[in-house]
């Protein structure tokens, strides 16, 4: 059992994230603007507040021993600085604690680099469709591989609602018609929580699908 922080845990891939840490018997620190949707449980601690906040991050990973970042824009294909905002302020709270405890972090396939290697209909929607967004994610990867974070980016091709498989594959090494495919959420929270516990891919871009 480890104490596992995960923030923006309240939908989507965190809250599959909360109850995947919670059932695999862990002490779950869940930090988001909203804690309507967590489960009540004797080892789920709610924090309600921001992850671009310095003060809140600290309360949220006192004991944190490995630290999840699921954070979202739900449907929103809208510019944002949500990304960009939470790199600033993990950047300043690693400086000020000077943590080298993991962080895990959820971006998704066509960030960065990765993007180049879409086939071509979904490259089409990422140019018209998902571009601002995902300029977002780049830049807080970028951002964040450049500071003394102990960090892992976790990038998904398209996610479903389907439940867990456990059948997924990892890619570090990138190609042309690697067709990354889709994952459910269920399957990247699983991951995730099994990287906190032995985190194999520090410092590397885990693209992840079937």
Known sequence: MMNITIIGGS?????????SALQRGHQVTALSRSTAAYPQHPKLTMIKGSATNLDDLKRATVHAEAVLVTLGTGMSTKPTQLYTHAAQALIQLQKETETQIPFIILTGFGAGESGQYHSFIMSLVFKF????????????????????????????????KK?????????TNYYKGMNIGSISRADVAEFMVK???NPSYLGQYVALGK
């Open 11 to 19: 939908a989507g891939v965190g809250l599959k994230a909360v109850e």
């Open 195 to 197: 990287q906190a516990e």
């Open 129 to 160: 469709i998902l571009k601002a967004v995902y300029a977002n994610k780049t830049a807080m990867e970028q951002m964040i591989a450049a500071s003394p974070i102990n960090w892992e980016f976790v990038r998904p091709g398209l996610l479903t």
């Open 163 to 171: 439940p867990a498989s456990g059948q997924y594959r990892t890619e």
